[in-house]
C-alpha cells in the first residue's frame, strides 16, 4: 500500500490543523493504520492509532485530548485532528499502514513520506 501524508504547515501555538493520509494500491480497510512523528534531534514516536473499523483507537499521552485520529475506508483515508497545538508538537509527521492492529508499537510496515509541522510560541 502507497501512502501520502499532507497537511502540515505552520501554525501558532493554541491552533489547530487536520492532516490527511492518503492510501492506495492495496484495500486501505484491510490495514490498520497509525501517526508518528519525528522532532529534530529525536527518535520517532508514537502519536495514535486506529484499527481497521474505527472501533479501536490509541493515542499517546503526549497528545490524549488535543488530538482525534479518524479514518474513512470509503475515501482511503486517515486523519489526525490535532487541536491545542504546542510548540512541542513541532515534527515531521508521518502515516504507517500494517495489517495487524499493534497501538503504540513502531512496527509497521508501509509508510508514507512526512508532512511538516511547525507551531510557533
Known amino acids: 500500500v502507497q501512502l501520502q501524508a499532507s497537511g502540515g504547515g505552520l501554525v501558532q501555538a493554541g491552533g489547530s490543523l487536520r492532516l490527511s493520509c492518503a492510501a492506495s494500491?492495496?484495500?486501505?480497510?484491510?490495514?490498520?493504520m497509525g501517526w508518528f512523528r519525528q522532532a529534530p534531534g529525536k527518535e520517532r514516536e508514537f502519536v495514535a492509532a486506529i484499527n481497521r473499523s474505527s472501533s479501536s483507537r490509541y493515542h499517546a499521552d503526549s497528545v490524549k485530548g488535543r488530538f482525534t485520529i479518524s479514518r474513512d475506508n470509503a475515501k482511503n483515508t486517515m486523519y489526525l485532528q490535532m487541536n491545542s497545538l504546542k510548540p512541542e508538537d513541532t515534527a515531521v509527521y508521518y502515516c504507517?499502514?500494517?495489517?495487524?492492529?499493534?497501538?503504540?508499537?513502531?512496527?509497521?510496515?508501509?509508510w508514507g513520506q512526512g508532512t511538516e509541522v511547525t507551531v510557533s510560541s
Open positions: 494500491g492495496r484495500t486501505f480497510s484491510n490495514y490498520a
Open positions: 504507517a499502514a500494517d495489517r495487524v492492529y499493534l497501538p503504540g508499537s513502531r512496527e509497521y510496515d508501509y
